[in-house]
């Protein structure tokens, strides 16, 4: 069974049928439950779990219909259950039958992971009342009603509603503890009981709550569903019975979670392009990671990549109780590919790729090489990778055409290396280090450069010299006036 | 062989989709002409040709359609240098789908080849990898040799592993058109990283299922016979010019040591020009 927490005022939410067959019912407090069977296992909701699954059913009311609003959450026997009301006017222009919508609706939340009833009928009230006789036929099925277990549509006319809604007993209007003892006590058993007396009567002896159960009983909540705000982001996740420390059971979690996700996506016709995965821990810190992507992406298998990568490249300080991944959904990208350029990676490919790499080299060493505007030699950074559209037909063709030449290029050592330079007329003549050592044949320079006077920390002032050693290279050297020694920044290769 | 005609039925039409189209029923009203009896390859030879006349053919002007339709193939499987002398020397350039080295001494010019490579390879619009173990990539050198860094990933690695894995990766990526692995170490500049001959075997069957070039940057040959071309650059000298002198240039040859499909033993002289700095003003200032 399932309760709402592990107190003494835990209030069980939904039974097995074994439980149910034992008498536990849903609304009784732990401790009734464990005087009736204390052996029961108990498990805990999920508020997270619960409030996922509540969004993708209105995601897959909302991918049928345009007006479809949940339904609000009730207390008692009905604590856990989860309802979506659906604007089903004028879907014959869509579909061929009622019954053939409800089969699409099914099998769509069938793909989002939800298994349930559908009923349809004149007014809200009665379509939930029926769909609860159907959720209750479903799991316990009466001997002479075998048919009725695998009932999952029951589409009413308005003229067999009455004759339908009339057997069914009273506790489907869901009545708080009070009335329902009150209405036993007055033997009223069924809906047809309760719609025989007069409101009014009722009213006065059981008070104004009653008038609720009557025009449920009778329909009359029947204003169509709201259209509400489409709301862009997603939220999938999980509160795990036992901590996860390694990465690869937590990837069958994953799985789950993402598959769930990305057909929500698919159902909304939106893409993802930054997955923000929060994590519970066992210490009771709280861990998140971003996963940005190029392009908007719907693809199950590179979220659970990335999510890995993302977790092996930035391991969680504790084991992992809970798990939530969050999206904002944006409309998707569709690829434009060019005539008469090669095909460069697909965003998502590319974007794999990268993470890879970031996770294999660390991310502040993969990316888009950045010339700095500064006068510090060889200033440059790091910016992250992203595919440019290329340049056209004519730009390239132009470029094509003209013949390079080649240029002299510096090979960097970062951090230069340091070195011995004795000095002869003002003008190095001899230089040893770690990779070059022996008199310097042709020298060039110096040229000062200096910066940052105005700070003392990045303060610089350099000397450099281009300079042919003996053995063949061919150096760039520098005096660097702050540290007061020489250094060589590359090799001029 | 005249290019097809377009049919008049189609129109022309502006745009990718327009030429397509017409080359298709071009090739279509050809064939059953009895008068060009032509063979399946001489077919495709028409299409080929009509493309290129339907694309304006800016490029290849003045020259024979037999002699446009082979460099249209070379350019499909060779990623030139743009250097005239070299891409000759190399029969196009380095073939894509290989495993490519430039090996040679320090100061041989083996990085302003492969940045000129690089340059050449990015102004046609598409992605480049620089897989850097010794962390010695200039950024302002590929500039300066043409380079349009926007579209070069730059993999800073810290090991031999880094930067295998990295080079595995982004062949698997399929997108990118050159990849140039520099494996030419930091400290100990004469030798070589010890990179295991399996590993080159392995990346040289990753890229044999793509189309890119996969150039590797030594001091002296590591691919051994993995390579599909290795190419030794020797130093010759550093020229310096005026006074107070200026390094202008470094003179160097290319000698192609292993090639599958061409002779071996050619001799390019190539000339690294150093860029002019405008900020290099001779300074003998007396801060000494």
């Known amino acids: ?493 | 062989m005249p290019p097809a005609s377009p049919d008049p039925s189609v129109g022309r039409a502006c745009g990718p989709v327009g030429a397509a189209r017409r080359i298709r029923i071009g090739s279509m009203t050809s064939a059953p002409s009895a008068s060009s009896a032509s063979s399946a390859p001489s077919k495709r030879s028409s299409a080929l040709e009509a493309l290129l006349v339907d694309l304006g053919s800016q490029i290849h002007r003045g020259t024979s359609a037999s002699q446009r339709v082979e460099e249209t193939a070379d350019s499909l499987r060779f990623c030139p240098t743009g250097l005239p002398a070299l891409d000759t020397c190399l029969g196009g350039g380095f073939p894509y789908g290989r495993l490519a080295e430039i090996c040679g001494a320090p100061s041989s010019g083996r990085t302003s080849l492969a940045l000129t490579l690089l340059a050449e390879t990015l102004g046609r619009g598409v992605l480049a990898a620089w897989i850097d173990l010794a962390d010695a990539f200039d950024p302002a050198s590929a500039v300066a040799a043409g380079s349009d860094l926007e579209r070069l990933l730059w993999v800073r690695a810290r090991s031999e592993d880094e930067a295998l894995r990295s080079c595995e990766r982004l062949l698997q990526t399929q997108g990118f058109e050159l990849i140039i692995l520099d494996v030419i170490p930091r400290q100990a500049l004469p030798g070589s990283v010890a990179i295991r001959d399996v590993s080159w075997l392995r990346l040289a069957r990753l890229t044999a299922s793509t189309h890119t070039v996969l150039v590797v940057l030594s001091n002296a040959s590591t691919t051994g016979a993995r390579a599909e071309l290795v190419l030794e650059m020797r130093p010759l000298a550093a020229r310096f010019v005026g006074s107070p002198s200026l390094l202008d240039a470094l003179e160097t040859t290319a000698v192609l040591r292993r090639h599958r499909k061409r002779p071996i033993g050619q001799e390019i002289s190539l000339s690294m020009d150093a860029e002019p700095e405008p900020h290099r003003l001779p300074d003998h200032g007396e801060m000494r």
């Open chain 1, 1 to 493: 069974m399932i309760t709402n927490g592990r107190g003494f005022r835990a209030q069980t939410l939904a039974v097995s049928d074994q439980a149910f067959a034992q008498g536990i019912r849903p609304g009784q407090t732990l401790p009734q439950v464990r005087a009736v069977c204390p052996e029961i296992e108990v498990r805990i909701a999920s508020p997270v779990l619960e409030r996922a699954a509540r969004e993708a059913m209105l995601d897959v009311a909302l991918s049928l219909t345009p007006r479809a609003e949940l339904a609000e959450r009730t207390s008692g026997l009905f604590l856990s259950e989860g309802a979506v009301y659906v604007d089903a006017s004028g879907i014959d222009a869509l579909h061929a039958s009622e019954s053939a919508f409800a089969s699409v609706l099914h099998a769509r939340a069938e793909r989002a992971g939800i298994r349930g009833v559908v009923a349809l009928a004149s007014s809200r009230s009665i379509a939930r009342l029926t769909a609860r006789h159907l959720a209750h036929l479903a799991r316990f099925p009466a001997a002479s009603r075998e048919e009725a277990f695998s009932e999952t549509t029951r589409i009413l006319s308005p003229k067999e509603e009455l004759a339908f809604l009339s057997p069914l007993p009273i506790d489907l209007l869901d009545p708080d503890d009070r009335t329902a003892q009150a209405l036993t006590r007055f033997g009223i058993h069924c809906i047809r009981d309760l719609l025989r007396l007069s409101p009014r009567d009722l009213a006065a002896r059981l008070g104004p709550e009653l008038l609720k159960l009557v025009a449920r009983a009778r329909g009359e909540e029947n204003e169509p569903p709201l259209a509400e705000p489409r709301v862009m982001s997603l939220e999938e996740g999980i509160d795990l019975e036992l901590p996860i420390e390694n990465l690869e059971p937590l990837s069958f979690v994953f799985r789950g979670l993402v598959s769930r996700l990305t057909e929500r996506l698919t159902l909304r016709s939106l893409g993802c392009v930054e997955l923000r995965l929060a994590l519970g821990l066992a210490n009771g810190a709280r861990e998140s990671r971003r996963i940005g992507m190029a392009s908007p992406c719907q693809d199950a298998r590179v979220f659970l990549r990335l999510l890995r990568l993302a977790l092996e490249s930035n391991p969680p300080a504790a084991a992992i109780e809970r798990v939530t991944l969050l999206c904002e959904g944006v409309p998707l990208r569709r690829e434009q590919l060019d005539f008469f350029l090669p095909r460069g990676p697909s965003p998502n490919e590319l974007d794999q790729t990268l993470a890879e790499l970031a996770a294999i080299c660390g991310a502040e060493r993969v990316g888009s090489p950045l010339v700095l505007d500064d006068h510090r030699p060889g200033a440059f950074a790091l910016k992250p990778f992203s595919e440019k559209k290329p340049r056209h037909g004519k730009n390239v063709e132009a470029h094509e055409n003209v013949p390079r030449k080649p240029k002299l290029t510096l090979r960097a050592l970062r951090p230069p290396l340091r070195a011995e330079v004795r000095i002869g007329r003002g003008r190095p003549v001899f230089l040893r280090s770690a990779i070059s050592q022996g008199e310097i044949l042709s020298s060039a320079g110096p040229w000062r450069t200096t910066g940052h006077w105005w700070e003392k920390s990045t303060h610089f002032a350099v000397d450099h010299y281009d300079v042919q050693m003996s053995d063949g290279n061919v150096l760039r050297l520098c005096f660097d006036w702050k540290a007061k020694r020489w250094q060589i920044d590359g090799l001029y290769d």
